[in-house]
């Protein structure tokens, strides 16, 4: 398959994700780990797996996705 | 004696791009070429086999050395001529009785190929340089690689992925939850990375790769919008 440069985004979901992870794992020691969090962990790495194989204009739609959700 | 190399990539389901990668030679590497062995400029005819098993065996040949840079193998030029296809001895050119089902074929066939068929491909390369006389050629060496063409399903699953990752006001009705998507989400994934795995498991013989690619292509059919 093609790869496509994503142009850092896969980058930046990875800086995300990973500070998402950091609140959550905090959280679980508090016993409050959030079901809500891991499933956006999740829905960020999916999206981090198949970027590359998408086209430009794929990409530019899951960035304007992960912007309006995540602020990434 | 030479021990020639290649790389071989496929794009966009329907080409194949061949690469003579044979390093020069080295005390590292007393395969390559130069030295005790002819020199890469020498060759002057490379053939390239692909073996798609029931779908057919094909040769390639072209006056090709590594300074020609890559070589570009195209489905739309190669006449389909299945081994067990009930049309392989109609005496025409191949159309599309009992063809019809395998993937990457047009409807009608039209006798040439439209894409690589999914499975196993063994990349036979043999090079030769001039040979004693004009019209004859001498062996070198060869090369025998087994690559797993994964391109129509990879194409499939990339597009499901793409609907269950639209934005909020263009939500695939494939999924009517989030549990739902999430759930499909995960066994996408499981289908992919299985499908990657399968491309470079060198346990999986070529039984197997067709198994595992019928298999994912059974269940992507059925969450397929």
Request: hydrophobic share 35%; aromatic share 10%; net charge negative.
């Amino acid at each position: 398959m093609r790869i496509t440069s994503a142009n850092g985004l896969q980058e930046r979901i990875i800086k995300v994700a990973s500070e998402l992870d950091c609140e959550n794992i905090k959280l679980a020691k508090q016993g409050k780990a959030s079901d809500e969090i891991d499933n956006d962990l999740f829905e960020m790495m999916f999206i981090h797996e198949f970027l590359p194989y998408w086209n430009t204009g794929q990409i530019r739609q899951k960035e304007c996705l992960l912007n309006d959700k995540y602020n990434i | 004696m030479l021990i020639p190399d290649f790389q071989i990539t496929q794009q966009d389901c329907n080409a194949l791009i061949f690469k003579d990668v044979t390093p020069a030679y080295s005390p590292q590497y007393p395969g390559g070429y130069g030295a005790l062995n002819v020199d890469a400029d020498e060759i002057i005819l490379t053939k390239v086999s692909l073996d798609l098993g029931i779908n057919g065996y094909y040769s390639f040949e072209r006056k090709f050395n590594q300074t020609g840079g890559d070589w570009t193998i195209n489905a739309y030029d190669i006449p389909y001529a299945p081994v067990k296809a009930g049309c392989s001895d109609c005496g025409v050119p191949c159309g599309c009785e009992g063809c019809s089902d395998v993937e990457g074929l047009d409807p009608d066939c039209g006798g040439y190929m439209t894409g690589f068929p999914e499975g196993c491909i063994v990349v036979k390369m043999e090079v030769f340089t001039q040979g004693a006389s004009e019209n004859t050629f001498q062996l070198q060496g060869t090369k025998i690689k087994r690559i797993v063409s994964t391109c129509f399903k990879d194409k499939k699953i990339l597009e499901i992925a793409d609907k269950l990752t639209l934005g909020e006001d263009c939500h695939y009705d494939f999924y009517k939850t989030k549990e739902k998507r999430r759930e499909m989400m995960q066994d996408l994934m499981l289908a992919w990375t299985k499908l990657k795995l399968t491309e470079n498991e060198v346990n999986c013989d070529c039984e197997c790769v067709a198994s595992r690619i019928k298999q994912i292509g059974i269940y992507l059919d059925s969450i397929y919008p």
